[in-house]
Antibody, heavy 120, light 105 residues
Framework: QVTLRESGPALVKPRETLTLTCSFS??????????LNWIRQAPGKALEWLAL???????YYSRSLTTRLTISKDTSTNQVVLKMTNVDPADTGTYYCARICSLDSSSSYWGQGTLVTVSS | SYELTQPSSVSVSPGQTARITCSGDFLTRKYVRWFRQKPGQAPILVIY???ERPSGIPERFSGSKSGTTVTLTITGARLEDEADYYC????????FGGGTKLTVL
């Protein structure tokens, strides 16, 4: 059974670095074809894809946020970490981790999301 | 351009057919997934590989593609289908469409 759980601070100050952790079970990120994504949603807004890391440690980032994001994995603890630098109130929203690794597969697993507010 | 364009809203009466489109120049060579999201919940997959329906998704949900446009069709929409729907694909990176609010009333 695949489970994903996001964790991180509920409140972050502007210009700080946000660190989010996705803890997962039911699969390994050392298995060929596996990956994890970070996706966010500002209040009342659309879903926005942020980053992906795969089993080969390849990393992909949203073009608009690539300079501020770093994604990494720890296969020994089954965790994926997303760091976002220089946060702004516009970064407020719910952050999801999701296992979506291809468009031609029915596999789709999401965490419940974690709400992050950027405010001084 | 690397964008997926959806209508912001679609409204139908119960029992009618709802059609939600998603357009993108690269969709002729990329598959699309459709997600449904209800308030306060994580999205769930309703269509993948343009036209395929995951197990557990009702038959009234279907997908189609014509050129650079994919369409999610809900035949005989129900009140419980009211939600936000997002298309999802891959250009140079993964991306979502802007979302469509489906109202059934």
């Amino acid at each position: 059974q695949v489970t994903l759980r996001e964790s991180g601070p509920a409140l972050v100050k502007p210009r700080e670095t946000l660190t989010l952790t996705c803890s997962f079970s039911g699969f390994s990120l050392t298995t060929r074809g596996m990956c994890l994504n970070w996706i966010r949603q500002a209040p009342g807004k659309a879903l926005e894809w942020l980053a992906l890391i795969d089993w080969a440690d390849d990393k992909y980032y949203s073009r608009s946020l690539t300079t501020r994001l770093t994604i990494s994995k720890d296969t020994s603890t089954n965790q994926v970490v997303l760091k976002m630098t220089n946060v702004d109130p516009a970064d407020t929203g719910t952050y999801y981790c999701a296992r979506i690794c291809s468009l031609d597969s029915s596999s789709s697993y999401w965490g419940q999301g974690t709400l992050v507010t950027v405010s001084s | 351009s690397y964008e997926l364009t959806q209508p912001s809203s679609v409204s139908v009466s119960p029992g009618q057919t709802a059609r939600i489109t998603c357009s993108g120049d690269f969709l002729t060579r990329k598959y699309v997934r459709w997600f449904r999201q209800k308030p306060g919940q994580a999205p769930i997959l309703v269509i993948y590989k343009d036209t395929e329906r995951p197990s557990g998704i009702p038959e009234r949900f279907s997908g189609s593609k014509s050129g650079t446009t994919v369409t999610l069709t809900i035949t005989g929409a129900r009140l419980e289908d009211e939600a936000d729907y997002y298309c999802f694909s891959a250009a140079d990176t993964w991306l979502f469409g802007g979302g469509t609010k489906l109202t059934v009333l």
